[in-house]
């Protein structure tokens, strides 16, 4: 019990030491802007760079259940969206909406260890959504081309700074990509005997009780985890690479394919600048041909077709990467005839799976799995027997996730996100029958004290009410096999999440954050559908890292 | 590193007693050199040498090729890896490497036993991976005359047994070689 209640404490001076200077910082910035916009300055990316920091503070804080805290960023999370998008909102009204809310936020993390009245917080995330909707119901009228040129003449911009700035003479070196990935590999290690040492220091400082030196130590300790998490960040920066890099292929791609297939394709990318991992970019370019190929081939109609229907003869194929939130997203869509989603059915039903076809999205979902492809005519170019569902793997192993949208007649839109890199992850550590797991922070929405009266079964499956939500909550033994009975005593879940799907994941105890560097796992011991690698932890046991994405893949509970 | 050590165990015998032209680093190499030194001279033999790694299991004695065996270490601790295949008993930390570990026990077909202070983890290197091998004991490290080897009697080989390369009869011992890449091949 006590060491229970201890960890959480522990949790939440984590959640204050990563969270503060981060809302700090936030508000800072907003003062900033606030005068800058009073001296109709509206121009700067600066609100665009706030979004990473404001997401963090809002995913902590709803890790940690302080509501309001959550509340007050997902409201300044939205206002910077709008105000990034539509520089001409960039007033004094936005502007002050923003500092008072983020002098707000600051205040509710500092005080996150005692109570927060969360009216205050509501009340701000109502004048938020006022001013959200009094904006664009105004925007909406002088909407037009204006708008989406400024924007794009904004992208430029961006992209002609960073060049000039990559190809400045004399300032740039050329680094062998292996000696970064050296640096990494050492840099990780340096990171595991940082955890290792924190954790004795906190077995001295229980043991030895509070002295002047056990506070020394505490600060030193903290000046070290912060310069370490800046070599990160600088050294994660180095090994950034624009999108460009790869999209820079498909031009010709697209229209050698549109000259064999004889249909008129225009190919228009934007957010070339975007930077992503050149690890990730590397298996990137694969994938994102095969979506191209299927795109020209399948989902483009012919020019007599495209006719009929109404629709330019030249299709267009859009494909744009974005920034959002610590991850990156990109987004292909094309114009074509979208999905058909009858002969998906179809298909289900022959290989005999079970869908309801009032549900597009688990529908269209389906197309991500092997041996699932509706394609009739076989050509040259795609069907090559390799289906969608390589691409998905292929996305997966990424720590990615892909999303299909699909209009009929209008188009289909894959949504792929990504993280910024691979080797190191922020994640929640959890301990289940005495081994501990990392579990992807990025992926995790909550974590919840189970109570006796919250958790129920249906279908002899355990569910809870969260957040207003019935959601499965598995149990870990059950899930990772570890073979212990399960016997309800677990004191926690954590709610993992991916776009609108949720689920729990029952556990004996919550041992706290940490960047893990991850090291894949040998493919001797298998293919694990729940462990998407390995890392060292700070007393040099390995974990496994549950992989979040196929856990909440299984269509079939636990 | 196969030549390096032909060339120190010659077939005329001529380096057995002559200390190595360099010390060898790693305790399980040392401890190969150190029972050369022992060795009587009686002993020498005059063809050609299987170098082995041997482990007991239960009564029977099993070798490896020491040319595949890259170190002996002390059991750690051994992280379980959820939906691993069978066989594989975990991972564990091999300085800063995480090397999975194959439970040989119940590859062999012999029922799992527990770790004890004599198990041991055979690092093993097969291709270009490096695997961890559990036993309950590493034995000792020895030559044997490559004539002294035969194929194990047919009655006690059984279907799917077609990782025993034969068995080396050598001072009324019984060792019985193992085909590494057959064992890890864990297909099931």
Redesign the interface.
């Known amino acids: 019990m006590a060491a229970d209640e201890n960890a959480f404490s522990e949790l939440i001076q984590d959640y204050i030491v990563e969270c503060l200077p981060l809302a700090e910082q936030v508000g800072d910035a907003f003062v900033a802007l606030e005068r800058r916009w009073k001296e109709g300055d509206p121009g700067d990316n600066t609100l665009a760079a706030l979004a990473g920091p404001l997401h963090t503070v809002k995913g902590n804080s709803a890790m940690m259940g302080i509501a309001p805290a959550q509340t007050v960023a997902h409201a300044l999370e939205d206002i910077c969206a709008l105000l990034t998008a539509e520089p001409r909102l960039r007033g004094d009204e936005g502007a002050a909406l923003l500092v008072s809310g983020s002098g707000m936020l600051i205040d509710l993390v500092r005080r996150a260890a005692g109570g927060a009245q969360p009216e205050a917080a509501a009340e701000f995330a109502e004048q938020a959504r006022a001013f959200i909707t009094s904006a664009q119901t105004g925007a909406a009228a002088s909407e037009s081309a204006g708008e989406s040129t400024e924007r794009r003449a904004g992208d430029r911009r961006i992209t002609s700074r960073r060049e000039e700035a990559a190809s400045e003479p004399g300032s740039v070196v050329r680094v062998d990509f292996r000696r970064l990935d050296a640096l990494l590999e050492v840099l990780g290690?340096g990171m595991?005997e940082q955890s290792a040492v924190i954790e004795l220091y906190r077995r001295l400082a229980r043991k030895v009780g509070p002295s002047d030196e056990v506070a020394d130590l505490d600060r030193a300790l903290l000046a070290l985890q912060k310069t370490i998490k800046r070599m990160e960040g600088i050294l994660m920066e180095t090994r950034l690479l624009p999108a460009s890099s790869v999209f820079n292929r498909f031009p010709r791609l697209v229209r050698d394919l549109a000259h064999a297939a004889k249909k008129p394709v225009r190919l228009v990318t934007s957010g070339g600048a975007t930077p992503l991992d050149k690890a990730i970019l590397d298996r990137l370019g694969e994938p994102l041909i095969h979506l191209l190929t299927n795109a020209v081939v399948h989902g483009i109609e012919s020019p007599e077709e495209r006719a009929r229907a109404g629709k330019p003869a030249e299709a267009t194929l859009d494909l744009r990467a974005t920034s959002e939130s610590g991850r990156v997203v990109i987004r292909l869509s094309d114009d074509g005839r979208g999905l058909d989603d009858a002969s998906i059915l179809a298909k289900a039903e022959a290989l005999g799976l079970e869908v309801r076809a009032s549900d597009p999205e688990q529908l269209r979902a389906l197309i991500f799995l092997p041996g699932f492809s509706t394609v009739k005519e076989v050509s040259s170019l795609a069907g090559r027997g390799v289906g969608l569902d390589v691409v998905a793997t292929s996305i997966r192993e990424l720590g990615g996730t892909i999303e299909v949208s699909s209009r009929p007649g209008q188009g289909v839109s894959f949504t792929l996100s990504l993280p910024l890199t691979l080797a190191i992850l922020r994640s929640l550590i959890v301990e289940v029958d005495r081994?501990r797991y990392a579990v992807p922070l990025s992926h995790v929405t909550a974590t919840v004290r189970t109570e006796p009266d919250t958790m129920h079964q249906i279908n002899q499956k355990g569910v809870a009410l969260w957040r207003g939500d019935l959601i499965h909550v598995a149990d870990a033994g059950e899930?990772?096999?570890?073979g212990a009975p399960p016997n309800g005593s677990r004191r926690f879940y954590v709610v993992i999440g991916t776009g609108a799907r949720r689920r729990g994941i029952l556990v004996d105890r919550l041992i706290g954050h940490q960047d893990i560097v991850v090291?894949s796992?040998?493919p001797?011991?298998?293919r694990?559908?729940?462990?998407s690698g390995?890392t060292?932890l700070g007393d040099?046991?390995?974990?496994?890292i549950l992989d979040v994405v196929r856990i909440l893949d299984q269509r079939v509970p636990v | 590193m196969h030549s390096r050590r032909g060339a120190h165990s010659g077939p005329a015998g001529a380096g057995v007693s002559a200390a190595p032209d360099k010390p060898r680093t790693g305790s399980l190499l040392h401890f190969a050199d150190e029972l050369d030194r022992q060795r009587p001279a009686t002993e020498a033999p005059t063809g050609a040498e299987l170098h082995l790694v041997t482990f007991a299991l239960d009564r029977e004695e099993f070798g490896l090729p020491i040319a595949q065996v890259r170190e002996v270490i002390r059991v750690?601790?051994i992280?379980?890896?959820?939906?691993?295949?069978p066989h594989?008993r975990?991972?564990?930390?091999l300085r800063?490497?995480?090397?999975?570990v194959?439970e040989i026990r119940t590859r062999l077909g012999l029922t799992v036993a527990t770790t004890t202070p004599r198990s041991r983890i055979i690092v093993v290197g097969v291709h270009d991976?490096t695997?961890g091998i559990l036993v309950d004991a590493v034995s000792q490290v020895v030559k044997v005359p490559a004539d002294t080897v035969v194929p194990p009697p047919e009655e006690v080989l059984s279907p799917g047994t077609d990782y025993i390369s034969g068995v080396a009869r050598w001072n009324s011992r019984l060792i019985v070689l193992l085909d590494l890449e057959k064992v890890?091949s864990?297909q099931d």
């Open positions: 290690e595991i081994e899930l990772l096999g570890t090291k796992l040998d001797t011991v298998g694990p559908e729940v462990v390995t060292i040099g046991k390995v974990a496994c | 750690g601790e992280t379980r890896v959820p939906q691993a295949r594989v975990g991972v564990t930390n800063g490497r995480v090397l999975a194959v991976r695997l890890l864990l």
